[in-house]
């Protein structure tokens, strides 16, 4: 079975503060996503990556950027965490052969 | 750019009951369709998916959908729900492109509520 797991369940941060949600997938995957998931929004796509260092804007990416070091590892950084980003944090990945995507449990951060 | 669209955000059946959720999209090319079931507390999981072949297709748990590319659309479907079946559900789709750069689009789900 794929698995991804991402860092934390729950996170609260203040304002300004550098935000780290890491992401990681064991099943050698080449992409893998980060998505948030709002009430009434459904998933949007925050970035995403095709391989190691390589890294595309998805649908919302102001106030957010990623890292690919690893294959196995997608982490996003918030610069300087704002109350609207208060949010589910959804991370997944693919083989593009399938593009059936396999997500993480999520991270709850919650910014005051 | 695609779009993927939900009509029914909250819905509410009694056990035993069937269940229809409509899913609509706005491409005219190829895609790939999905629906994601995420129950309370757990993760997004697969519940079932269309790539190409016999149009109806079925998934776990006695779910199934059909894809009826005429009217772009990818409805989910139940004969008979369960209380365990309390969840929100999306819908999802990615076009088939040349040259790869195939993002999903889900829509903006359906919180189904079964009572006993």
């Not at chain 1, 064991?26 to 390589?54: A, T």
Request: aromatic content about 12%; proline content about 4%.
């Amino acid at each position: 079975d794929v698995k991804v797991t991402q860092s934390s369940r729950y996170l609260v941060k203040r304002t300004g503060e550098k935000v780290f949600l890491e992401c990681v997938q064991d099943m050698d995957h080449e992409n893998m996503f980060w998505y948030r998931q709002d009430p009434g929004l459904g998933l949007r796509l925050i970035y995403f990556s095709y391989d190691v260092k390589m890294k595309e804007k998805g649908d919302i990416p102001e106030g957010y950027s990623v890292s690919r070091e690893k294959k196995e590892r997608f982490s996003l950084i918030l610069e300087s965490a704002s109350t609207n980003q208060t949010s589910m944090y959804l991370c997944a990945s693919r083989t593009p052969s399938t593009d059936t995507q396999y997500f993480g449990p999520g991270t709850r951060l919650t910014v005051l | 750019a695609q779009s993927v669209s939900q009509h029914n955000h909250h819905v509410i059946l009694s056990e035993a009951a069937s269940l229809e959720l409509g899913c609509n999209y706005s491409y005219g090319g190829t895609v790939n369709l999905f629906w994601y079931v995420q129950y309370p507390g757990q993760h997004l999981q697969l519940l079932l998916k269309y790539f190409s072949g016999d149009p109806l297709v079925k998934g776990i748990k006695g779910f199934e959908a059909e894809f009826i590319k005429s009217k772009f659309s990818f409805n989910l479907r139940k004969p008979s729900v369960q209380w365990s079946d309390t969840a929100e559900y999306f819908c999802a789709v990615i076009p088939i492109l040349t040259g790869g750069g195939n993002k999903l689009t889900f829509g903006t789900g359906t919180q189904l509520k079964v009572e006993l």
